[in-house]
């Protein structure tokens, strides 16, 4: 379900935030709305890492003197960094926005899967880390498609749209926000409320766990690579 952040800020200031100085008469006071804000994104951040709420794809056009791909927007062919002579995100109808948390799977022009991280497998691709694709036989040219985990797109202002697309997510994100915004504070007695917020929000995400929901339930093939350190 889609929802404004204005409506969030709202209903912080007379739950989680109404004993404090940010909330004024059932709003969040204007000063306070950016750092309110911010607790928000970093909040959503921590939820999509812990459950995977959202995926996308991008695409990367192969060239042979690069086997290491960094999933970075300024390597993108259409809005990149012109300064950077090889570019190979090939983005024209969505931009790709740096919201990747983790690579789910790979796979070629012809819709097959290459194994991830299987040093065995000859047609494997690897993860040195999150945000990263390495090829090690690269085919000049050819797409390879990456599908992702993904994080929710940044929120900027109160009429920034946040989308949980379940309800049953409202509660463990607003114990997030109130955890970073009293850590923010930083009293010992703000200190100890953020702690119970956090136990609160985890107790919420474990829970759907359990009940199998929002989990990455495929097959992990890097519990297979034992090469140069990675696992």
């Given amino acids: 379900m889609d929802r404004l ?5 709202d209903e912080l200031a007379n739950g989680q935030l109404v004993n404090l100085s940010m909330s004024d008469t ?22 999509f890492t812990l459950l995977k709420l959202r995926e996308n794809e991008t695409t990367i056009i192969c060239h042979t003197h690069i086997t290491d791909y960094k999933l970075d927007s300024k390597y993108s062919i259409m809005h990149g960094d012109p300064a950077i002579p090889y ?9 790709f926005s740096n919201d990747v948390i983790k690579v789910i ?9 290459r194994p991830l991280n299987n040093y065995r497998n000859p047609f494997a ?27 929710h797109p ?14 049953n997510l409202d509660l463990p994100f607003s114990c997030l926000v109130s955890y970073f915004i009293f850590m923010g504070i930083g009293s010992p007695e703000a200190i100890q409320q953020a ?7 985890t107790k919420l995400i474990e829970e759907m766990k359990l009940q199998g929901h929002y989990i990455d339930d495929g097959y992990d093939e890097s519990r297979d690579f034992y090469y140069k350190g990675w696992r």
């Fill in 105 to 113: 799977s790979v796979f070629d022009d012809e819709g097959r899967d």
């Fill in 154 to 167: 940044k929120l900027v202002n109160g009429n920034s749209i946040i989308s949980l697309g379940a309800t």
């Fill in 125 to 151: 691709v690897f993860t040195p880390n999150p945000t990263t694709i390495q090829i090690p036989v690269v085919v000049q040219d050819e797409p390879i498609t990456v599908r992702y985990q993904a994080t």
């Fill in 26 to 47: 059932g709003h969040i006071r204007l000063a306070d709305q950016p750092r309110v804000i911010n607790c928000m994104n970093m909040a959503l951040l921590r939820l």
């Fill in 5 to 9: 952040t204005s409506t969030y800020m």
């Fill in 87 to 95: 570019r190979y995100i090939f983005d024209p109808f969505h931009k």
């Fill in 195 to 201: 702690g119970l917020y956090a136990q609160e929000a």
